[in-house]
């Protein structure tokens, strides 16, 4: 399946199911680091990384601007099916007044659709999430391609960039002065202070 706006885009919902469920077992020795809010940061870190870095997405699923950040369109879906296939168990419990979602029990996962270098990426951003709290990372995906789509709306995968901050160099500035044209006699040309 494409997404219409992004015909570049292949959806693999088996590949998604298949890194739902390894994000699953990083945390299966400490599952009450991740909850619901956590595994669609995660997912969604990872796919935007992944067509950041290569151009393609990692699972190609649809991500949706939700009040507390971007969410995976099929994350109960794929969920329900590794709970039937009781390649996991979902567990819900009150944390502070809300509910709260765990998961246990997760059988390793044994497809190979994920390559080693995906694997790694998965295990990089999984690492980073677990530095952080639900609101910290809910907060910190209120990026640009967050707040560019309306409530409910997809976030498109070509707005990866915007998430991905780049210093700008000295031999930026160049190509940009050079791409820019003739420059006029006494015009100064944009230059980098020597602290950065």
Known sequence: MNAQNEPYIDYDYA?????????????????SDLGHVKLHKILYFSDMTRFYETGRALTGVEYLKQQYGPTARDLAKALRELENSNQLKVEKRKVFGYSKVEFKDVVPLKSNRLSDEEK??????A???????????????????????????????????????RKVTQADLDWANRAAGKIESGQARARLPDSL
Do not use: N
Not at 15 to 31: A, G, N, Q, R
């Open 120 to 125: 790694e990426l998965i295990q990089a951003v």
């Open 127 to 165: 690492q980073w999430a677990r530095t952080m709290t639900a609101v910290e990372i809910s907060e910190y995906s209120h990026k640009l391609p967050w707040e560019s789509a309306k409530l409910g709306e997809r976030i498109d995968y070509a707005t990866a960039g915007q998430l991905f901050p």
């Open 15 to 31: 590949k998604f199911v298949d890194t739902v469920h390894y994000v699953c077992e990083l945390f299966s020795s400490t599952p």
